[in-house]
Nanobody, 123 residues
Framework: QVQLVESGGGLVQAGGSLRLSCSPS????????MGWFRQAPGKERESVAA????????YYADSVKGRFSISRDSGKNTVYLQMNSLKPEDTAVYYC????????????????WGQGTQVTVSS
C-alpha cells in the first residue's frame, strides 16, 4: 500500500508564501503522476496542480496559475507545491495524490491520497 505524507501547511498572512511537500512511501515512483487537491469547508475537493513524475507535463487550475508552482525532486522522492501571493480564498486542507494515469484534474483518476495538511490564509 502506497502512503503519501504531506507537510508544510500552516498559518500565513495574505500575500505570503508556503511550500508544501509530499513524499511517497514507494522509492520507485517514476510511473506516477502527482497532484495536489484542496478542500475548503463546505466545498468540493478541487484540483490545484499536477505533474508527471518525469517532469514532462504539468497542470494548474486557473485559480492558482501564476501564483503556485509544482515541482518534484527525484533524488529526494518528493513533490513540492510552492504557493506564493496567497489569498484568504486559498484556505483549505491540501491533499497530495498519486495516479497511474494522466488526467490531472480528475479526482477519480487518483488511486492514492495523503491525509492532508491545513493551509490557513488570514486577511
Amino acid at each position: 500500500q502506497v502512503q503519501l505524507v504531506e507537510s508544510g501547511g500552516g498559518l500565513v498572512q495574505a500575500g505570503g508564501s508556503l511550500r508544501l511537500s509530499c513524499s511517497p512511501s514507494e522509492r520507485t515512483f517514476s510511473y506516477f503522476a502527482m497532484g495536489w487537491f484542496r478542500q475548503a469547508p463546505g466545498k468540493e475537493r478541487e484540483s490545484v496542480a499536477a505533474i508527471r513524475w518525469s517532469g514532462t507535463s504539468s497542470y494548474y487550475a486557473d485559480s492558482v496559475k501564476g501564483r503556485f508552482s509544482i515541482s518534484r525532486d527525484s533524488g529526494k522522492n518528493t513533490v513540492y507545491l510552492q504557493m506564493n501571493s496567497l489569498k484568504p480564498e486559498d484556505t483549505a486542507v491540501y491533499y497530495c495524490a498519486a495516479s497511474l494515469s494522466w488526467s490531472p484534474s480528475v479526482r477519480s483518476s487518483y488511486e492514492y491520497w495523503g491525509q492532508g495538511t491545513q493551509v490557513t490564509v488570514s486577511s
